[in-house]
């Protein structure tokens, strides 16, 4: 087995994308073996690698691990980025969990049906500005610290910077009204590992097209 993780996944943002970025931001260099077939998929069921039968799966540290919050609890414990006491750690959760519900609205959309897309983005567009954004902005006045639970970077910093980097790519204005959260994309963004992995020809996922779409369908027959 590699002594690096390997992350089996399509070769496309999906669940596996903050995996990705969390250990991208620790500074741990992984292997992909991508999904390409439905050969692929049945393959690691059959061997027993899948759970639940269902990716994304990550072997690490002579575990083989599936479930997204699973694995980003494994990797941030590991690396020291859940908090110093349980109560931080409640605080990263709560609002981890935050971000994944505007991510995954967000990740809906390249399967919306095109009559109902517009519908769609407005909608996000809408949560962001006036439930999302303004929460973690709240957060970050609060405390006037630097990041967003203790003062020290935790996955739910690079969470956000991912989060804050889609919302970006939907309607760059949305982020106009928050300076806090602004001055925190830029902080993190310059973070040595954070910045390695933003730079092009890193294993960052570019939005997902309909090829790559395509590529998913095939391999996962939905």
């Known amino acids: ?19 990705r970025w969390l250990l991208a931001a620790a500074g741990v260099e992984f292997e992909e073996k991508f999904i390409e077939s439905p050969e692929d998929l049945e393959k690691l069921r059959k061997d027993g690698k899948l759970m639940f039968e269902q990716v994304p799966m990550v072997e690490i540290d002579g575990m083989t691990l599936v479930q997204t919050r699973a694995i980003l609890n494994y990797i941030a414990t590991k690396y020291d980025l859940s908090g110093k006491d349980m ?11 935050g971000v994944a519900d505007l991510s995954e609205m967000m990740g809906q959309l390249i399967v919306t ?3 109902q897309k517009e519908a769609k983005i407005s909608l996000i567009k809408d ?17 006037g610290q630097d990041y967003l639970v203790g003062n020290r970077l935790s996955r739910v910093d690079i969470h956000l910077l991912e989060l804050l980097l889609y919302v970006e790519e939907i309607d760059s204005s949305l982020l106009a009204p928050f300076p806090l959260l602004q001055a925190l994309k830029s902080r993190l963004s310059s973070l040595p590992n954070v910045k390695k992995f933003l730079q092009p020809g890193s294993q960052r996922k570019p939005p997902t097209d ?4 395509e590529e998913a369908r095939k391999a996962f027959k939905f």
Do not use: T
């Open 1 to 19: 087995m590699s002594s690096k993780p390997v992350l089996h996944y399509f070769n496309a943002r999906g669940r596996m994308e903050c995996i």
């Open 87 to 97: 109560k931080e750690r409640a605080l990263i959760d709560m609002y981890a969990e």
């Open 113 to 115: 049906p095109p009559d």
């Open 127 to 143: 949560r962001a500005k006036n439930r999302y954004l303004p929460a973690f902005e709240k957060v970050l006045k609060s405390h």
């Open 210 to 213: 309909e090829k790559a779409l």
